[in-house]
């Protein structure tokens, strides 16, 4: 399809008009029109194969909490919003920054489509570790501040535990990534529409299953024996382990910043596209310490299985809407400038949803996709047998308005965000979706352990305790 954008540029002194100057640009490049039963279509199996993986991320969870680690060192529940959340803060940002050059036509020639996705993977490995790292960091001062003290020993299978599994997961799924958007690309689909639900369907599984694994491992080998297992730890000789680990991938960091630097672009994202992932971080380690909270209090049995999907779930569907609408900005406007048809710098809620513009045709389509991927979602885990309480229609019917009201936040959010961010010159693929999926993390654990907070106080007043 040929784009033709025409830039109008007009020069006022006082209220007369004084020159004006025309640009005819004509591209290859452009969005293909798209009707919603077709955004639907493209959307709908990645997102369900999204929601089966953050299922089986939560059976994980729901299985792991009760190992030894997760007792003794509580704090790798607050590492688990902010590690699963690095595929907003990296992956899905990485997704969205290379949807949007693949529909640009800057990842057209092969010389360029290897600089553009080798400098990309360099970068989300500087931002893992480093990310990882401070996650970690935040875990033990979380702990710390409830705790009224730290342990030297757990803080650092703490922090090996983080880099670690930060390396490893934004390494797997950024290669992943890049095999999604090149084929769709050839086959003909909007990688818009499948990068980030499937980044999403496998960053839960992935990051949560390296950490139980990588946290237990380290915690064999942590200095002292506390108890026995299979596996005996040599203790005397290999208390080093878990800091060398941590070492050795810090180490590594400036051979990133050396390859990322080679792209101009992506020279400027390492030096500017700090901020939102960091906040994004905290703002998710928040959530971390809610569910540190309560997920191993009777009252709150299921949020360690239920905690990944919804929030999966609405960081899923809110990263698809801010990587349209980045892309949208890129083919149609330049940044500093929002196109005519999106000129009205604060439309309502109801607005977002009911006007006749491509980006409220695909956030309809999103919304209504949320109670019926959610019931199936439920219907899964209760035949996995996950959760451990019974699927009753008073916590169904909580679980889903508070999924719902978590999903319309986050898009109205993104439409406000992604505008403010695009008048200010800045890129909504780097800086959007962290803040999104972290924001993401934060109401979903919020409002889930509320559900089980209202369903306790509703079934306490029926029984007339």
């Not at 293909?32 to 059976?59: D, F, H, K, R, T």
């Not at 084929?183 to 299953?209: E, F, H, Q, W, Y």
Request: charged fraction near 10%.
């Amino acid at each position: 399809m040929v784009v033709t954008h025409l830039a109008l540029e007009l020069r006022f002194q006082g209220k007369k008009l004084r020159g004006f100057s025309c640009r005819l640009t004509r591209s290859a490049h452009g969005l293909l029109p798209e009707s919603s039963w077709m955004v639907a279509a493209q959307i709908l199996l990645p997102y369900l194969m999204s929601g089966l993986g953050m299922v089986g991320a939560g059976i994980v969870m729901d299985e792991v909490q009760h190992w030894e680690v997760f007792e003794e060192i509580s704090e790798v529940f607050i590492l688990v919003p902010a590690l699963v959340g690095l595929k907003g803060n990296l992956e899905m940002t990485l997704a969205s920054r290379l949807s949007t050059a693949a529909n640009t036509g800057q990842m057209d020639g092969a010389q360029q489509q290897w600089r553009m996705v080798l400098c990309n993977l360099a970068l989300t490995q500087v931002q893992a570790t480093v990310v990882g790292f401070l996650a970690a960091v935040a875990a033990v001062g979380l702990g710390g501040l409830t705790r009224g003290r730290v342990d030297i020993i757990q803080a650092s299978v703490l922090c090996a535990s983080s880099v670690t599994t930060a390396f490893i997961a934004a390494l797997s799924l950024g290669l992943v990534m890049v095999a999604v958007i090149i084929g769709s690309r050839k086959v003909g689909i909007n990688p818009d529409n499948v990068a980030t639900p499937i980044a999403a369907s496998l960053g839960d599984l992935i990051t949560l299953s390296v950490l139980a694994g990588v946290s237990n491992l380290f915690f064999c080998y942590r200095g002292r024996r506390s108890y026995i297992t299979s596996i005996e730890p040599l203790t005397e000789d290999t208390w080093y382990l878990p800091p060398a680990v941590c070492g050795f991938f810090l180490l590594l960091i400036p051979v990133w910043v050396m390859i990322a630097r080679r792209s101009p672009p992506i020279s400027e994202v390492l030096k500017s596209g700090w901020q939102p992932v960091i906040l994004a971080m905290s703002i998710s380690s928040i959530g971390g310490l809610i569910l540190d909270k309560t997920v191993s209090n009777p009252n709150f049995e299921g949020m360690a299985v239920f905690t990944p999907v919804i929030n999966g779930v609405g960081g899923n569907l809110v990263a698809i809407q801010a990587s349209r609408m980045s892309t949208y900005l890129h083919c149609w406007s330049v940044p500093g400038a929002l196109p005519f048809i999106m000129s009205d710098n604060c439309p309502g809620p109801f607005a977002n949803l009911c006007s006749s513009d491509v980006n409220s045709k695909s956030a309809r389509v999103l919304i209504l996709l949320v109670v019926p991927g959610h019931l199936l979602f439920l219907y899964t885990i209760h035949l996995l047998q996950g959760g451990h309480n019974a699927m009753t229609p008073i916590f169904i019917v909580f679980y889903l308005c508070a999924a719902q009201l978590q999903v319309g936040i986050l898009l109205y959010v993104a439409t406000l965000m992604v505008r403010w961010l695009w008048r200010r010159g800045l890129d909504p693929d780097n800086f959007s979706i962290p803040y999104l999926t972290a924001l993401g993390d934060l109401l979903g654990t919020g409002f889930l352990a509320l559900s089980f907070r209202l369903i306790m106080m509703v079934s306490s007043t029926g029984s007339g305790v």
